[in-house]
C-alpha cells in the first residue's frame, strides 16, 4: 500500500534561494502534518491542515515559510530566501481522523534540506 | 519549558536485556501518548501508543502510562541489536498537536 511519499529526498539550495517541497499524504487521510527535524533532536511542529484548512501554523519558523493543501490532498512546503539555519529534515506526516488523540501519525522519508 | 522531555541518552544494553525509556511531559491534558523508532537517516515508525492508565503489551514491547506522575515509558524486552536506534515519545493532547521530545538513542550490544 502508498504511504506518505515526500519530494525531492534531497535538496541542496544555495542561500536567498527559494525552495519547494511536496508532501503526498496516505489517501483519505484528512489531517497533515509538516515538521522540522534538525540533527539529534526530535521533530519541531510547523503546520497542521485539516482537509485543505490551515489550522495551525504557529511553528512556522518565520514569514519566509509558507504552506498550502488546496484540494485537501497533496501539500506544499515553500521557503523563501533560505538561509544556513533552514538546514533540516522536513517531515510530513498524516492522520486519518481529526480530533481524536489517539490516531497515530503516519511519516513520510522526508526531504533533507541543506543549504550553502 | 518543553512539553515533552526525554533523556538523550546513549543508553547501551547488552543483547537479551531489557532496556527501559523513559519520558515526562508537562501538560496534564495531554490524552494519549505514542513511542516512534527512528533508524539513523530514516523517519519515525510507530512502535505503539498508549491512552489508559498502566501496561499495553505488544510482543517484545510493553507500554506503561502513569497519568498522575505525568509520565510514559518503553520497555523492550530480549533487546536485540535490530533494535539499536532513537526512540521518540510523542504526546498529543487532544486536538491534533503533537510534540515530540528529543529521542533516546539506544544501542543493543551483541
Known amino acids: 500500500g502508498a504511504g506518505v511519499s515526500q519530494s525531492p529526498r534531497y535538496k541542496v539550495a544555495k542561500r536567498g534561494q527559494d525552495v519547494a517541497l511536496r508532501c503526498d499524504p496516505i489517501?483519505?487521510?484528512?489531517?497533515l502534518f509538516w515538521y522540522q527535524q534538525a540533527l539529534g533532536q526530535g521533530p519541531e511542529f510547523l503546520t497542521y491542515?485539516?482537509?485543505?484548512?490551515?489550522?495551525?501554523k504557529s511553528g512556522l519558523p518565520s514569514d519566509r515559510f509558507f504552506a498550502e493543501r488546496p484540494e485537501g490532498s497533496v501539500s506544499t512546503l515553500k521557503i523563501q530566501r533560505t538561509q544556513q539555519e533552514d538546514s533540516a529534515v522536513y517531515l510530513c506526516?498524516?492522520?486519518?481522523?481529526?480530533?481524536?488523540?489517539?490516531?497515530?501519525?503516519?511519516f513520510g522519508n522526508g526531504t533533507r534540506l541543506t543549504v550553502t | 519549558q518543553k512539553e515533552v522531555e526525554q533523556n538523550s541518552g546513549p543508553l547501551s544494553v547488552p543483547e537479551g536485556a531489557i532496556a527501559s525509556l523513559n519520558c515526562t511531559y508537562s501538560?496534564?491534558?495531554?490524552?494519549?501518548f505514542f513511542w516512534y523508532r527512528q533508524y539513523s537517516g530514516k523517519s519515525p515508525e510507530l512502535i505503539m501508543f498508549?491512552?489508559?492508565?498502566g501496561d499495553k503489551e505488544d510482543g517484545r514491547f510493553t507500554a506503561q502510562l502513569n497519568k498522575a506522575s505525568q509520565y510514559v515509558s518503553l520497555l523492550i524486552r530480549d533487546s536485540q541489536p535490530s533494535d539499536s536506534a532513537t526512540y521518540l515519545c510523542?504526546?498529543?493532547?487532544?486536538?491534533?498537536?503533537?510534540?515530540f521530545g528529543t529521542g533516546t538513542s539506544l544501542t543493543v550490544i551483541p
Open positions: 501538560d496534564q491534558g495531554s490524552q494519549s
Open positions: 489517501s483519505g487521510h484528512v489531517s
Open positions: 510523542a504526546v498529543n493532547m487532544g486536538n491534533d498537536q503533537f510534540y
Open positions: 506526516a498524516s492522520s486519518p481522523r481529526p480530533g481524536q488523540g489517539n490516531s497515530p501519525l503516519h
Open positions: 491542515f485539516q482537509n485543505e484548512a490551515q489550522l495551525d
Open positions: 498508549i491512552y489508559s492508565n
